[in-house]
C-alpha cells in the first residue's frame, strides 16, 4: 500500500485543508481496519470546528469535507460526504456514501494522538480511499506555522487480522514560510511559537490537550 498526505493553511486564518489518500493494488488483501495518525506539531485540533458537530449523523448535519472511494469491482469512482459527529469523549469522523452504494464508514478520532481509526471496513478490495477535510475557520484542524512539515503515517489491518502494513508520508503545510505550492520544504523549523508533543499531553496553536481537559484557551 502507499500514503499520500496534503495540507494548505487559509490565508485568512489558521484553518488547514488536509487530503489524504490510501492507495492499494487489487491484488492485496482488503483492509479491515486503517489508522491515520499526523505530527501534533504540524497540525493541531480547531476547537472552532466544534460548530460543525452533530452527535447524531443526520442529512442536516454540516459538511467538513469529502470521500472518494475506488474499486476494481466497480468502474466508476465513488464519492461521499464527511461529518464530525460523536460526543465530547468520542469524537468520530463519519463518511456517507449515498446510492448506489449506500455505505456508512465511521471514524474514532483520538485527540491527544491527533489519529483516527476506521474500523469493520467492508471486505471489498479498495484500490484508493481519498479523504478530504474543508478549511476555513472551523476546520478540523488548524496551524500556526511553527512547524511546517512532519511526517504523517498510516497502519493498515487486513481483513484476517494476521497482516499490518505500516507507511508513512512526508508533507509540509503550503501557505506555511518555507512550504512551496508543492507541499516540500526545508525540513521542520520554529519561529519561536509553541507546538510540541510529550507523552500524554499534546500542545499546537496555544491550546494544550492533557486528558481530557483542554487550557489556553482566550475565553
Known sequence: PSFSVSAKKDS????VALTTNVTETSAMAPSQSVALSFPTAVLGPNLASLGNFCAT????????G????????????LTGKAYFTGS?????????FPAP??????????LLTNSATFSGLPDIPL???AVTLNGGSKALFDTDCATPSGTATARLVDQNGDATRNVSAHFGVVGCPGVSSSGSGAGPTTNGASATSAGPTATASGT?????SVT???S
Open 12 to 15: 485568512a486564518d489558521k484553518g
Open 88 to 96: 465530547s469523549t468520542g469524537p468520530m469522523l463519519t463518511l456517507v
Open 208 to 212: 494544550q490537550l492533557a486528558g481530557r
Open 101 to 110: 452504494f449506500p455505505l456508512t464508514l465511521t471514524g474514532t478520532i483520538n
Open 57 to 64: 449523523y443526520s442529512s442536516s448535519c454540516p459538511q467538513v
Open 127 to 129: 484500490t484508493s480511499l
Open 216 to 218: 489556553g484557551l482566550a
Open 66 to 77: 469529502s470521500v472518494t472511494a475506488q474499486s476494481s469491482l466497480y468502474p466508476a469512482a
